[in-house]
């Protein structure tokens, strides 16, 4: 059974602070992927990853960052966090060699003050 | 750009019912259309894809109907219940991003099923 757990459920951090979300899959899968989710606006990527120290720009990376140094990790970062990236965060992971099924994580509600 | 387009928004229906979600992709080259489904505070998870050879998948009382030529894709519930009540979302994969997996997600249906 495939498992994606997330460093915290629930995030509070201040405006300018640095922050970094963490996820960590158990199934060795090659692609991982960071969204947000916002009520109307669906799943936006942020960033994925396709291999170890490999990544590309989803649709919304601005103020964003992100490192896969492990195969099973995968870290968003937001450098200065700011009010408008108050949101759900969701990591997912696929094989993508045999599936593209993707397999969520719980999710980190962050609230940024 | 890749573009997934989701309706309804909302969607409201008696138990027994039947529910139909649509979505529209831009690319023609995409060739794998899942659908997600996520209850109230849980995680997406996966409840039914199709590929672009296939024209119609069905799962007990779920289905999802795909027009190549349109560029659209259905998911339909049929006989809906209450646990049915939840976020759908359509998705398409990009065809650009080799083996990366990436899929494009249409906005989401919030479905409530009422009893």
């Known amino acids: 059974d495939v498992k994606v757990t997330q460093s915290s459920r629930y995030l509070v951090k201040r405006t300018g602070e640095k922050v970094f979300l963490e996820c960590v899959q158990d199934?060795?899968?090659?692609?991982m992927f960071w969204y947000r989710q916002d009520p109307g606006l669906g799943l936006r990527l942020i960033y994925f990853?396709?291999?170890?120290?490999?990544?590309e720009k989803g649709d919304i990376p601005e103020g964003y960052s992100v490192s896969r140094e492990k195969k099973e990790r995968f870290s968003l970062i937001l450098e200065s966090a700011s009010t408008n990236q108050t949101s759900m965060y969701l990591c997912?992971?696929?094989?993508?060699?045999?599936?593209?099924?993707?397999?969520f994580g719980p999710g980190t509600r962050l609230t940024v003050t | 750009g890749e573009n997934v387009e989701q309706h309804p928004s909302t969607l409201s229906v008696q138990e027994g019912d039947s529910a139909v979600i649509k979505c529209t992709y831009s690319?023609?080259?995409?060739?794998?259309f899942p659908w997600y489904k996520q209850e109230l505070g849980k995680r997406p998870q996966l409840i039914i894809d199709?590929?672009?050879?296939?024209g119609e998948k069905k799962d007990q009382r779920i289905a999802v109907t795909l027009n190549k030529t349109a560029k659209h894709f259905s998911l339909h519930i049929t006989e809906t219940q209450p646990e049915d009540s939840a976020v759908y979302f359509c998705?398409?994969?990009?065809?650009?991003?080799?083996?990366?997996?990436?899929?494009?997600f249409g906005q989401g249906t919030t479905l409530q099923v009422k009893p």
């Open positions: 990853s396709y291999d170890v120290k490999m990544k």
């Open positions: 997912a992971s696929s094989s993508g060699l045999l599936s593209y099924e993707q397999y």
């Open positions: 998705a398409a994969l990009s065809p650009y991003s080799g083996n990366t997996g990436k899929l494009i």
């Open positions: 690319d023609s080259a995409s060739n794998y």
């Open positions: 199709i590929r672009s050879n296939v």
């Open positions: 199934m060795d899968h090659e692609n």
